[in-house]
Nanobody
Framework: QVQLVESGGGLVQPGGSLRLSCAAS????????MGWYRQAPGKRRELVAR???????IYQPSVEGRFTISRDSAKNNLYLQMSSLKPEDTARYYC?????????WGQGTQVTVSS
């Protein structure tokens, strides 16, 4: 059974940092393009960052320079280092393939940026 389990979210003040992790199991994701998505209340889920098997990365303009996506293919893990967080980054964050695979959506991890 394929599972993607996100962790690392929490409550942080504006300007703070968090590191999200995504632990994948059930199959090898090392060849997949992977991404971090987020969904804020009342909004559609959006792609935040993506990384290829060759570690080429692309970011949504709103997070460019503040977020860093990385992967450890040996561990089948995906990461998102977030810094200079803003209230508008508040959302539930998910990892998945690109394009996303419906059956792979996990529970996500909540990130709340507030003073």
């Amino acid at each position: 059974q394929v599972q993607l389990v996100e962790s690392g979210g929490g409550l942080v003040q504006p300007g703070g940092s968090l590191r999200l992790s995504c632990a994948a199991s059930g199959r090898d994701f090392s060849r997949d393009v992977m991404g971090w998505y987020r969904q804020a209340p009342g909004k559609r889920r959006e792609l935040v960052a993506r990384i290829t098997r060759f570690r080429d990365t692309i970011y949504q303009p709103s997070v460019e320079g503040r977020f860093t996506i990385s992967r450890d293919s040996a561990k089948n893990n995906l990461y998102l280092q977030m810094s200079s967080l803003k209230p508008e980054d508040t959302a539930r964050y998910y990892c998945n393939t690109i394009p996303p695979t419906d059956n792979f959506w996990g529970q996500g991890t909540q990130v709340t940026v507030s003073s």
